[in-house]
């Protein structure tokens, strides 16, 4: 095992020792996560927050089990290395998406060396604090619709987490993306790479989809239930898919249309994927910053919905 020399003993970390409203998430020391063989600890310095996160402290999936730190994705730097891992070393700079045993709201996280990769040299650390959920997310979801060069691809929900890395990575890969968003958020969509932009609550969306997509959508990827889904999946051209991620309900279905649901993958090879589509371009994922001391108001935010981007907590005590 390599660490740093200073690496003390015990951190601070946002707990929740049972279900409850943001204000049942407090700051307190706790010890520094243990480092098995496989993992490398990570002094984090942005975390990501996410609607699971406010989900699980309400208690939507259950009882809290006391002593739960929330958090499935973040950015920082490598601070022990555990002894069977070769590919890190003390001070990487490194993001990482860790669902399930993740802990990501406190200074320091444990996490299997095969979940981590290095943060691209141009990329903001809040932008990668940021994304690592939502782009492996969004590349699961344009890698479930097969899209390709040359298509017509839906993102309906295109201003939040994974639509807008959905947006940015189906047009890198050279798919016309149309995009559904607020009026507020639309321009946000298009800097991000859409062709189009739609309302899906305006009484012009039918023309809007028509002169958007005149032959059709080839694939709809749809990151939330809406009343106005099956008007734009009534423009799907014949046996199209429709994709979304697990969390949303009800399941998205429209007949005659293959639908699937997908998780975000963790793994060293997806992570290479995204990291090889990033390369030197810029992702301008819009990120609002709350301070650690923060985290309620962060939740509460959250909550409250219609975010453009995505929220991440700062590090910064
Ligand atoms: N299984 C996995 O691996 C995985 C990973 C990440 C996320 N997820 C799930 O994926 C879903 C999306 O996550 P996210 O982080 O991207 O959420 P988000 O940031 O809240 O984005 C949701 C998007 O949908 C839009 N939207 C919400 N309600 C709508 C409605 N009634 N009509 C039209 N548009 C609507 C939102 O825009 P407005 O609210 O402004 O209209 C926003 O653009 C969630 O259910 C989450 O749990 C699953």
Same mark, same amino acid.
Not at 159 to 182: D, H, I, N, P, Q
Not at 273 to 292: D, G, H, W, Y
């Given at each position: ?14 707990? !929740? @020792?049972?279900? /409850? ?17 496989? =993992?490398?600890? *990570?002094?984090?310095?942005?975390? /990501? ?17 006391? +002593? ?9 730097? *490598?601070?022990?290395? /555990?002894? =069977? ?5 003390? +001070? ?28 691209? #040299? ?6 990668? +604090? ?16 097969? !899209? ?8 309906? +929900? ?20 149309? /995009?559904? %968003?607020?009026?507020? #958020? ?8 859409? %062709? ?18 005149? @032959? ?8 939330? @239930? ?13 046996? %199209? ?23 975000? #993958? ?30 309620? #108001? ?15 907590? =700062?590090?910064?005590?």
């Amino acid at each position: 095992m390599t660490t740093l020399s200073t690496l003390p003993k015990v951190m601070k970390a946002a707990v !929740v @020792d049972a279900a /409850g409203p943001p204000e049942a998430i407090h700051i307190k020391e706790v010890p520094i996560p243990a480092l098995p063989s496989n =993992h490398v600890l *990570i002094a984090l310095e942005y975390v /990501g927050v996410g609607i699971w996160d406010a989900e699980q402290r309400a208690g939507s999936w259950g009882s809290v089990k006391p +002593g739960t730190i929330m958090g499935a994705d973040g950015s920082g730097t *490598i601070a022990a290395v /555990g002894s =069977h891992v070769t590919r890190f070393r003390v +001070g990487d700079r490194v993001y990482s998406y860790s669902y399930g045993n993740g802990g990501f709201y406190a200074q320091y996280v444990s996490v299997p060396a095969d979940r981590v990769a290095p943060v691209p #040299a141009h990329l903001d650390m809040k932008i990668a +604090g940021g994304m690592p959920c939502i782009a492996l997310t969004a590349q699961s979801g344009l890698e479930t619709l097969k !899209v390709t060069r040359g298509q017509t691809v839906l993102v309906f +929900g295109a201003s939040g987490g994974v639509g807008s890395c959905a947006v940015w990575l189906g047009s890198e890969k050279g798919a016309t993306v149309v /995009g559904t %968003a607020r009026p507020e #958020a639309q321009e946000y969509v298009r800097s991000l790479g859409a %062709a189009h932009t739609i309302d899906p609550n305006s009484s012009e969306r039918e023309g809007a989809i028509k002169r958007a997509a005149k @032959d059709g959508f080839d694939a709809a990827l749809v990151t939330a @239930d809406s009343n106005a889904l099956a008007s734009f999946f009534s423009h799907l051209k014949p046996k %199209a898919p429709i994709a979304f991620p697990n969390g949303v309900e009800p399941e998205p279905r429209f007949s005659g249309h293959p639908a699937s649901a997908f998780d975000g #993958a963790m793994s060293h090879e997806a992570f290479e994927k995204l990291n090889a589509a990033i390369s030197t371009r810029t992702l301008p994922l819009r990120v609002q910053v709350f301070s650690f001391q923060d985290v309620a #108001a962060a939740h509460r935010r959250i909550e409250e919905g219609h975010v453009v981007g995505k929220i991440v907590l =700062h590090i910064d005590l």
